[in-house]
């Protein structure tokens, strides 16, 4: 077998965003393909029925050490833009193991160390509660942390940390919670804490489990890998429908509600309160559109490509070698330099909102890639409200390090303009679920294995703009925070807001009002309008005068929350007047707002005007026939028969009286097992509808037909493309078995199939131990996940 089918693959299930390899520093001496060609040799790796015979991806002799390096080497290690620097922050014995790193109004850096994942190839003692949670903080103001206080230890690894009033919001792999914090003379004292979710994180493996927190434009707190979200109210306030009150104490109560799906790790968003995520393979996706937009209609199902819309490219350029891969012998990964060539395991997306870096670079998307050891600069592009993306870069990236333990997997916007830059600084970075014997050689080979717990905190900025030292909000006064919600750090305006409704600062609200029909700053117009609705104070007359502004991105905000507003004839009124001036970017947001006041005449103009969208399924919300009664006639026949067509969706009755009650017994096992230590869910979705990449699994012949190639694929995992009911699928992720697992015996695997071939609306016979049993036995010889030709060849 040559070299080149021996390359680098993508994997599906990875640490934090998904990361599938293992790779080692290289010097940036270029190597000479043909002469490693020739000095290739093939390994033996007994008991791997993956990897028998396996040649290695990248020859030995072409791979240098991966010793843990010093912070002063790690430095010169990096290979960072012309136009910008990079400086440390916080290094061990300050931080260790960082996953979260979020500046309060203070200005103290509040840290999330994730001490036990992975401590060696077989995970011992990564379910040891161990993990902390620090503050750092800056005493002689020089921009670097001098002091770390633990706030809370023993924790089980943590993930996800907010502020909020009165303490903190953090979730570990289980729960969501609540610590009263007080700060005195600069030392913070630590109260109780409370749960406030127990179904937090209560699926998935820790790779795949809810995380991020991100305080959101519209007053919530949304996360990654994640479908529902949270937010606190006064307690003698109204909820909103469709929301549940969890969690009080005796400063607010919490409620949750559900809201699109998003992501694996990390979540960003934008001035407009347009939310960024990712996948993997996919370093940078968005809605384009504010939250819960594609939600409101049970009988309407957004396309993947609008809730998953992808913005950028999936090209890396890294400085050395990645030769550790998990499944490493499949083409077209690695470049001719055995350099990752696309994402694998993409994480931390950020959109940059500072004032510092020059104004071309305001705007950007940056996200890390800690398989290849290096951070990606996206160019945003926004057209009529619809973001894309390019390169930033002509192949290089913004940085870039040959340090083989430099895992980047956040990064946040700082009061000073900068960017937070957090480095986890870990040897193995593949949980364990799908490691092969090929890649625990490659972890023993290279000592990868935590020797000690360590971790970096960086700035990047830019190297000749000045760091302004930065306004600091937490002394403050209430009226003092006005400004801010117009300053030209985005962490100031996300900040001042952010206090000002914790605090339920009601007598802002004239000054609020103001701000919120001046058109001398939009950004402080759009933040100003949800402060307001932050403080419970919207109100038609202010919506309808902030209206007048000629920014699109104020008219969405304005329309968004005119949709909240009780139902009323004049609003009516003015919605058909609105669609008279609205263009293509506002559209959207105006047609939920009729739907919301069954504004149906104007809906119906719009439709006449801009032509039948998703969001107008979302306006109807399930009053189609409301509508078509009213306006039937007034809109084409065309128009008219697509909304009939989603009128007359019919939510199915799943049924599994089919099963007898010990299949019924391996159906719930196999859900906690794909909601859990197997993480399909993960890819192809709790709904089993995969991605606008990934092939669902509900309604799918792939799943439904043959129980023996669904548990052929299950055992070898599947590359390449793949058609599902006529629509073809070419996802650069490659699906891992589960052969050589010993967490997934026979009947586990059973579980799984039994469980997708029965979930949603599949209806098909369970699968027995003794089924998983003989196709293990018949496919021995198996080595490499299969493709659509071999699989059919061995199971028709």
């Not at 909020?164 to 003379?185: H, P, R, V």
């Amino acid at each position: 077998m040559t070299n080149k089918n021996f390359k680098l693959k993508q994997l599906l299930c990875c640490f934090l965003a998904g990361v599938t390899t293992i790779t080692y520093a290289a010097d940036n001496t270029e190597t000479n393909k043909k002469e490693i060609d020739k000095q290739q040799t093939l390994t033996q790796n007994p008991g791997d029925r993956e990897g028998h015979n396996m040649q290695e991806v990248v020859p030995r002799e072409v791979i240098p050490p991966a010793p843990v390096l010093n912070i002063d080497d790690a430095m010169k290690a990096f290979v960072v833009h012309p136009d910008f620097q990079l400086e440390v922050v916080a290094n061990s014995p300050l931080v260790f193991d960082p996953v979260v790193a979020q500046y309060d109004a203070a200005g103290h850096l509040w840290v999330v160390e994730m001490t036990t994942f992975m401590p060696d190839a077989d995970a011992n003692g990564e379910m040891q509660h161990e993990s902390q949670i620090v503050v750092l903080s800056d005493k002689n103001n020089d921009g670097v942390m001098d002091e770390r206080q633990v706030i809370l230890e023993k924790l089980l690894l943590p993930r996800a940390l907010a502020f909020i009033k009165g303490g903190i919001l953090w979730a570990d792999s289980q729960n969501l919670y609540f610590t009263e914090i007080s700060n005195q003379l600069g030392k913070f004292s630590v109260g109780k804490t409370d749960v406030i979710d127990a179904e937090y994180a209560a699926s998935g493996n820790v790779e795949h489990k809810p995380n991020g927190l991100l305080y959101s434009l519209d007053n919530w707190y949304y996360s990654a890998k994640a479908d529902i979200k949270y937010r606190p109210y006064p307690l003698t306030a109204d909820i909103p429908a469709g929301s549940e009150e969890i969690y009080r104490n005796h400063l607010w109560k919490m409620v949750k509600a559900r809201t699109e799906f998003r992501g694996q790790w990390g979540i960003s968003q934008d001035d407009y309160g347009r939310h960024y995520f990712n996948f993997n393979s996919s370093p940078i996706q968005t809605t384009s559109f504010l939250p819960d937009a594609a939600i409101k209609n049970s009988k309407y199902k957004f396309p993947k490509s609008i809730l998953e819309q992808p913005v950028g490219t999936t090209d890396v350029y890294p400085i050395r070698v990645n030769p550790g891969v998990n499944r490493g012998y499949l083409d077209g990964v690695l470049d001719e330099h055995f350099r990752l060539s696309h994402h694998t395991a993409a994480c931390g997306p950020l959109i940059y909102r500072g004032h510092q870096f020059p104004q071309e670079y305001y705007g950007i998307g940056l996200v890390s890639e800690p398989a290849a050891n290096l951070i990606k600069a996206t160019r945003i592009v926004d057209h009529n409200g619809v973001v894309s993306g390019e390169n930033l870069f002509e192949k290089q990236e913004i940085i870039a390090s040959t340090d083989e333990r430099f895992r980047p997997v956040n990064a946040y916007n700082s009061p000073d303009g900068t960017v937070t830059l957090v480095d986890f600084y870990h040897g193995i970075i593949q949980h364990r679920t799908y490691l092969t014997s090929y890649l625990r050689e490659q972890i023993t080979m290279r000592e990868l294995e935590r020797h000690k717990h360590l971790g970096r905190i960086y700035r990047l900025k830019h190297k000749n703009s000045p760091v302004k030292k930065p306004d600091y909000l937490d002394k403050l006064a209430a009226n003092e925070l006005i400004d801010y919600l117009g300053h030209n750090n985005g962490w100031h305006r996300d900040m001042a807001k952010q206090i000002i409704v914790m605090e339920q600062s009601k007598e802002l609200v004239p000054a609020l009002k103001k701000l919120a029909i001046n058109p001398s700053n939009h950004l402080a117009q759009i933040n100003a309008l949800w402060t307001l609705e932050g403080l419970g104070a919207v109100d038609f007359a202010v919506l309808k005068q902030a209206a007048q502004s000629t920014n699109p991105k104020v008219l969405r905000s304005v329309y968004r929350l005119v949709a909240k507003l009780p139902q009323d004839p004049t609003i009516n009124l003015w919605l058909l007047q609105q669609v008279q001036i609205t263009n293509l970017e506002s559209k959207s947001a105006l047609e939920l707002a009729c739907g919301a006041h069954k504004a149906w005449q104007a809906l119906a103009t719009i439709i006449n005007k801009f032509g039948i969208s998703d969001f107008t399924f979302s306006a109807l919300a399930n009053a189609e026939s409301e509508f078509l009664a009213s306006q039937g006639e007034q809109i084409s026949s065309q128009h008219a028969d697509k909304i009939t067509t989603v009128m007359n969706v019919k939510i199915a009755d799943h049924s599994l009286a089919h099963l007898s009650e010990e299949q019924l017994a391996s159906f719930t096992r196999g859900k906690a097992l794909y909601e859990g230590e197997a993480s399909c869910f993960g890819c192809h979705g709790k709904d089993g509808e995969g991605s606008a990449i990934v092939p669902p699994l509900n309604n799918s012949e792939w799943v439904v037909e043959s129980s023996a190639r669904l548990t052929a694929i299950l055992l070898h995992g599947f590359t390449g493309e793949i058609e599902v009911n006529g629509k073809l699928f070419a996802s650069p992720m490659s699906m891992p078995g589960l052969v050589d697992n010993a967490n997934f015996d026979d009947q586990a695997l059973a579980d799984i199939a039994t469980y997708i071939r029965n979930a949603w609306h599949n209806s098909s016979s369970a699968v027995e131990r003794s089924d998983v049993a003989n196709v293990r036995q018949s496919t021995l010889e198996q080595s490499v996940p299969y493709t659509t030709e071999t699989i059919k060849n061995k199971f028709n």
